[in-house]
């Protein structure tokens, strides 16, 4: 049985927020496109997804009960997670041509629809940045006076996989469609790009506001 935090709809907003931005896995799924169209990219984004869900649910299963128990380290992981959406927000900005240029290294025979997905489960579980963003982030929305914690970081860690799913593929879909256009204009990606760090970097005060607030 899940437990539905009170603060579901300012997660949601936060994660769609975070997941908008144009960051290093959306640029992998507009390469995919460009390189080898629709299709590939979806399927890229479905097993990037399954990746990061993973992620989420081991994390929550070791994570959940600790937090239940102790109030430092519910407050130590939300100051982490403020930290850490700054950090995100900083690095997008000073590196965002680079992760830009990224996308015209794809190269090499189109894949099928299974290793598409193979290949994007590959890059979603061993992304470091999305072990740390569900470690520090989810925890910043958790009810602890409801209970049932590993539930409800399970839960919202569902939510996120699906509202990234139809995220990442609108930006597949989009991209696969105007490849040319994209592909010649990769300044229009690291303006996006670094306007995403800002709103992480926003995300991360505020998260850092919340903690002190609460405390």
Request: no cysteine.
């Amino acid at each position: 049985m899940f437990v539905v935090p009170t603060r579901i709809w300012e997660y949601v907003v936060t994660a769609f927020l975070i997941i908008l931005a144009p960051g290093p896995t959306v640029l992998f799924v507009v390469a995919r496109a460009i390189s080898w169209g629709r299709a590939a990219a979806v399927a890229s984004v479905l097993g990037n997804n399954l990746g990061a869900f993973l992620i989420s649910l081991l994390i929550a299963l070791g994570l959940g009960p600790i937090l239940q128990s102790s109030e430092i380290a519910f407050l130590g992981v939300q100051v982490a997670g403020g930290l850490y959406l700054i950090y995100l927000g900083i690095q997008a900005i000073r590196h965002s041509e680079v992760h830009a240029g990224d996308m015209k290294n794809v190269s090499g025979a189109k894949p099928t629809f299974l290793k598409s997905v193979k290949d994007g489960f590959i890059v979603g579980i061993l992304n470091p940045k999305v072990w740390v963003f569900f470690a520090a982030i989810l925890p910043q929305f958790v009810d602890r006076n409801a209970g049932r914690i590993t539930s409800q970081l399970i839960f919202m860690g569902t939510i996120f996989a699906f509202i990234a799913f139809f995220s990442d593929s609108s930006w597949g879909i989009l991209s696969g469609t105007i490849r040319n256009w994209l592909a010649t204009e990769t300044k229009r990606l690291v303006t996006m790009r670094k306007f995403g760090g800002f709103v992480m970097v926003l995300l991360g005060v505020f998260t850092l506001w919340t903690a002190a607030r609460n405390r």
